[in-house]
């Protein structure tokens, strides 16, 4: 081609255009394969430390248990208080390999894509009462009181003995609800300083139930604030901590919170302690079966007079 010398200074600026152009995006895919790089070898040393943390909550309660044991066996001489105190004790390191192990059972089932929803009728305070409860002897060896408040009437009570008999039926999976009550409550006892409450408030506004979960422990900085919520993540590591756990109640808790349509939310103040909110819609799929939950375990029913 026979170009003229603008013809040419045209094509050629035209060109470095082009070049520079296909350089920057060069530079802006490069800067993006660094931080995928950088994310997976955090995500390998995150995994890492899981692994050895997780090695220490599973050992340790099982040793403290064999241990304990063997004092049981080894003794004739022990006394009734020395009994129910091991007894005690035994019982608090396998709770804690239990739910534990619950907890790393469920991060597997959602992790996979299997977690399914079953949906129910689901007596709240009951299970709320309930997973309490289990937790009962965790939060009196730190004298913390656990208080549950429940509003799910458009009308205020009229007296002291209908709050007794204050009833929330929510249409939902009580399994799934159960671990997040029980991963948020675990949480707040563990971070709660020893003497002092967490107060759990259960509201149903309309379609919705909401739960929230305070305490008045150490707090949370700004900065933390997102990264708990991510799998293996913790704001203590190495061998210094002072907190147990393994870096999934937290992130399980977000993603059932989502597999029900809902989420999980925290205000925190370093210092001053956390609230955790979980809010989440009432189920629209039909129950095929008069199905009831209470206490996390489901009942059928033929006819629903019979509840």
């Known amino acids: 081609m026979h170009l003229t010398d603008n013809e040419l200074i045209e094509e050629l600026k035209r060109r470095f255009e082009e070049n520079g152009k296909a350089l920057y995006d060069l530079k802006i895919m490069t ?82 894509g299997e977690a399914t929803l079953g949906i129910s009728l689901v007596d709240v305070v009951s299970l709320a009462e309930s997973t309490i409860e289990s937790f009962k002897a965790w939060a009196d060896e730190r004298s913390i009181e656990v208080r549950l408040y429940v509003q799910c009437r458009e009308e205020p009570l ?74 293996f993540r913790q704001v203590e590591t190495g061998t210094t901590k002072t907190h147990r756990g393994h870096g999934l109640g937290l992130s399980i808790t977000r993603a059932v919170a989502e597999l029900l349509s809902g989420d999980v939310t925290l205000e925190s103040t370093k210092g001053k302690g956390s609230v955790f909110t979980i809010d989440i819609p009432e189920s629209g799929e039909e129950v095929t079966s008069d199905a009831f939950s209470a206490d996390g375990n489901e009942f059928i029913f033929e006819d629903e007079s019979e509840f």
């Open 31 to 112: 800067r993006k394969l660094e931080k995928v790089n950088k994310k997976l070898q955090e995500s390998e040393a995150l995994k890492g430390n899981f692994l050895s943390n997780i090695k220490n909550e599973i050992n340790n309660p099982l040793t403290s248990i064999l241990g304990l044991t063997e004092q049981l066996f080894g003794s004739c001489s022990l006394d009734c208080t020395n009994v129910e105190a091991i007894a005690r004790l035994i019982h608090l390191e396998a709770f804690s390999l239990d739910f534990q192990m619950r907890n790393i059972f469920a991060a597997a089932e959602l992790e996979s």
């Open 158 to 231: 009229q007296n002291q003995e209908d709050e007794e008999d204050e009833m929330c039926f929510f249409k939902t999976d009580a399994e799934k609800l159960r671990l997040v009550l029980a991963n948020l409550l675990a949480n707040a006892i563990e971070f709660s300083s020893d003497g002092s409450a967490v107060d759990i408030h259960i509201n149903r506004e309309q379609d919705r139930l909401i739960i929230n979960i305070r305490d008045y422990g150490i707090g949370i900085d700004v900065e933390d604030q997102e990264i708990i919520f991510d799998r």
